[in-house]
C-alpha cells in the first residue's frame, strides 16, 4: 500500500515566522513530490514540485527533500495570513496517479 | 501557464437526471486527465483516470456506468454524471498533466464545479 502521511494539525505560526510542514511517504522508489495549496471551498493549486534530494526555493516557499530518510518538506518564510490553507502533500509511485496526504491545516495567526 | 478550466463552477439539478462537466486545458495539451471528487473536510478522491483516444481507467468502487468519462482530444474531457442523486452531491475537481517544456508529470487541477442534486 503506497501511503504518503502528513500531521492534520492545525498547525498555528505567528505572521513572519517560519510555517514548517513534514510530509513521509512509504515508497522508497518515488521520484516526484509535490505541493499544492488548497483554501475552504477551492480547487488545489500547484505551489511547489521536487524531484532531487535537497532544496529547492521559489520566492518565500522552499521544498527539502530527503529520499534516505522518505521525506518531504515545505518551509514557508516570512508567513502571512493568507497563506492559511490546507497543504496538501502528494508524491507520485510511478503508476501516473499522484497519491495525496490527508493534508495540514495552517493558521497563520496577525 | 499550465492553466485548467472547468464549466459549470457550480451546478443544482433534480434526481434522475444527468450532469455534464467540462474540463480544458487552456495552454497545454494534456495527454492525460484526471477526477477526483471531494467531500467536505475530505481530502482528495480520485475517482478515475482518462488518456487522450483512450477508456478511463476508474477506481475501485466508483460505477463507470454512472460516471461517464470522455477525453476525445488532448485539450477536453468530460464527466456526465448520470441519474444523480443527492448522495453524489460534492465537489468535482479535474487536473490535467501533459505536454509543454515546462511539464514534468505535474498535475494542474481545474477549478472545480459544486454539484447539488435536490
Known amino acids: 500500500q503506497k501511503e504518503v502521511e502528513q500531521n492534520s494539525g492545525p498547525l498555528s505560526v505567528p505572521e513572519g515566522a517560519i510555517a514548517s510542514l513534514n510530509c513521509t511517504y512509504s515508497?522508497?522508489?518515488?521520484?516526484?513530490f509535490f505541493w499544492y495549496r488548497q483554501y475552504s471551498g477551492k480547487s488545489p493549486e500547484l505551489i511547489m514540485f521536487i524531484y532531487s534530494n535537497g532544496d529547492k526555493e521559489d520566492g518565500r516557499f522552499t521544498a527539502q527533500l530527503n529520499k534516505a530518510s522518505q521525506y518531504v518538506s515545505l518551509l514557508i518564510r516570512d508567513s502571512q495570513p493568507s497563506d492559511s490553507a490546507t497543504y496538501l502533500c502528494?508524491?507520485?509511485?510511478?503508476?501516473?496517479?499522484?497519491?495525496f496526504g490527508t493534508g495540514t491545516r495552517l493558521t497563520i495567526i496577525p | 501557464g499550465a492553466v485548467v478550466s472547468q464549466h459549470p463552477s457550480w451546478v443544482i439539478c433534480k434526481s434522475g437526471t444527468s450532469v455534464k462537466i467540462e474540463c480544458r486545458s487552456l495552454?497545454?495539451?494534456?495527454?492525460?486527465m484526471f477526477w477526483y471528487r471531494q467531500f467536505p473536510k475530505q481530502s482528495l478522491m480520485l475517482m478515475a483516470t482518462?488518456?487522450?483516444?483512450?477508456?478511463?481507467?476508474?477506481e475501485q468502487g466508483v460505477e463507470k456506468d454512472k460516471f461517464l468519462i470522455n477525453h476525445a482530444s488532448l485539450t477536453l474531457s468530460t464527466l456526465t454524471v448520470t441519474s444523480a442523486h443527492p448522495e453524489d452531491s460534492s465537489f468535482y475537481i479535474c487536473?490535467?498533466?501533459?505536454?509543454?517544456?515546462?511539464?514534468?508529470?505535474?498535475?494542474?487541477f481545474g477549478p472545480g464545479t459544486r454539484l447539488t442534486v435536490t
Open positions: 482518462s488518456n487522450e483516444g483512450s477508456k478511463a481507467t476508474y
Open positions: 495552454d497545454f495539451q494534456a495527454t492525460t
Open positions: 515508497d522508497r522508489g518515488s521520484q516526484s
Open positions: 487536473s490535467a498533466s501533459g505536454q509543454a517544456d515546462s511539464l514534468g508529470n505535474e498535475q494542474y
Open positions: 502528494a508524491v507520485y509511485f510511478g503508476n501516473e496517479k499522484l497519491t
